[in-house]
């Protein structure tokens, strides 16, 4: 079985949190089901999918970049992106651990999503806008290092899709559980 989950900002994607003096939300108050592990992350100021699964190996396969599960992410940032700054998404980004694998990257209008709690920060004189972003790998934080290397920083960051499953009628804190394909 795998378990399809909606995590909210500010959820670490892991049951247990022993590295803060001060307690944070974790997996734990969402799923309670046994034997059940992440199959991947996502930071705790980002939002979206996360698949966790009770098969080690099927874990293994949806995490491992060598499997090339592709994700896809819905990116606000900060001003109005540029075609120059989506093409070097697109042709990869110069980072301090390398050059990242070629991506998919489009301006997209803002997309039919939650609330965050707290929202962004706004400001009246820099526009914000959204892109939808697909990539093979998964440095860490490397959809934020990716635009703010281009020179548009990631206000929000929801990851809506990992290989063949998406994010579609899970609402924040929700999951779901399906047969493995």
Do not use: C
């Amino acid at each position: 079985m795998i378990l399809l989950f909606n995590k909210p900002y500010n959820v670490l994607s892991q049951f247990t949190d022993r590295n803060s003096p001060t307690p944070r939300k974790t997996l734990s108050e969402y799923i309670q089901l046994p034997k059940y592990y992440p199959a991947g992350r996502l930071d705790r100021d980002s939002e979206g999918l996360m698949v966790l699964t009770d098969n080690g190996k099927l874990q293994h396969k949806i995490s491992h970049p060598d499997h090339k599960q592709e994700k896809g992410y819905w990116v606000q940032v900060d001003g109005n992106i540029s075609a120059d700054a989506l093409n070097q998404l697109v042709r990869g980004v110069k980072l301090k651990d390398g050059i990242t694998k070629p991506a998919r990257a489009r301006i997209i209008p803002e997309p039919e999503i939650w609330e965050r709690i707290p929202p962004i920060r706004v400001r009246k004189e820099i526009p914000t806008s959204w892109i939808e972003l697909f990539i093979k790998e998964g440095k860490n934080r490397q959809i934020r290092r990716m635009t703010a290397a281009v020179g548009f920083p990631t206000l929000r960051l929801i990851r809506f899709r990992i290989g063949p499953w998406d994010l579609k009628n899970i609402e924040p804190g929700e999951y779901i559980l399906k047969q493995q394909d």
